[in-house]
T-cell receptor, first 111, second 112 residues
Framework: NAGVTQTPKFRILKIGQSMTLQCAQDMNHNYMYWYRQDPGMGLKLIYYSVGAGITDKGEVPNGYNVSRSTTEDFPLRLELAAPSQTSVYFC??????????FGPGTRLLVL | GDSVTQMEGPVTLSEEAFLTINCTYTATGYPSLFWYVQYPGEGLQLLLKATKADDKGSNKGFEATYRKETTSFHLEKGSVQVSDSAVYFCVWYSGSARQLTFGSGTQLTVLP
């Protein structure tokens, strides 16, 4: 049982480039989330999904897109990277309880 | 609006010292409350939780009591260890919004 996995662990992007952050969970959880964590701050919710085919915006969705074609996968897409998107990105999932399970994070640097 | 306010860090303690990290929340209704911990280079892990007033969550020697009258959920440990060095987040869950709201985190460093 791997839990929540994220790839890559670290990435450097140039301004204007695009990339997809991958997230997968093997716990058959319906709920999945994407957060960003800026230095010295708590986590901010970017997007979330309550099941395959259903996604919704969180607190800071601008500049990002998501899709949820399967229960297991919840990729986060950055179309035109900007320096303000330099952050650590965490994916999380949960089942019926309120407890969320987090992946190890992806550190993104936009230069 | 709804929010979580927790004690600012960083906090530096000697091994075996007593730890308190304060957390208060502002929310409509009675949310579930959590403490999550983030060890260096890792994702967040649930440390403990309480789902209703007067509940006490506990794990690994840490405790926190859900105080409705003071809207608080302070984290305590009687004797910290070097291995407790991490960032601690106070978090509450809104069932209506189906989202977690995070405090800003408190960096704890325990020195041998």
């Amino acid at each position: 049982n791997a839990g929540v996995t994220q790839t890559p662990k670290f990435r450097i992007l140039k301004i204007g480039q695009s990339m997809t952050l991958q997230c997968a969970q093997d716990m058959n959880h319906n709920y999945m989330y994407w957060y960003r964590q800026d230095p010295g701050m708590g986590l901010k919710l970017i997007y979330y999904s309550v099941g395959a085919g259903i996604t919704d915006k969180g607190e800071v969705p601008n500049g990002y897109n998501v899709s949820r074609s399967t229960t297991e996968d919840f990729p986060l897409r950055l179309e035109l990277a900007a320096p303000s998107q330099t952050s650590v990105y965490f994916c999380a999932s949960r089942g019926l309880s309120e407890t969320q399970y987090f992946g190890p994070g992806t550190r993104l640097l936009v230069l | 609006g709804d929010s979580v306010t927790q004690m600012e860090g960083p906090v530096t303690l000697s091994e075996e010292a007593f730890l308190t990290i304060n957390c208060t929340y502002t929310a409509t209704g009675y949310p579930s409350l959590f403490w999550y911990v983030q060890y260096p280079g890792e994702g967040l892990q649930l440390l403990l939780k309480a789902t209703k007033a007067d509940d006490k969550g506990s794990n690994k020697g840490f405790e926190a009591t859900y105080r409705k009258e003071t809207t608080s959920f302070h984290l305590e440990k009687g004797s910290v260890q070097v291995s407790d060095s991490a960032v601690y987040f106070c978090v509450w869950y809104s069932g209506s919004a189906r989202q977690l709201t995070f405090g800003s985190g408190t960096q704890l460093t325990v020195l041998p």
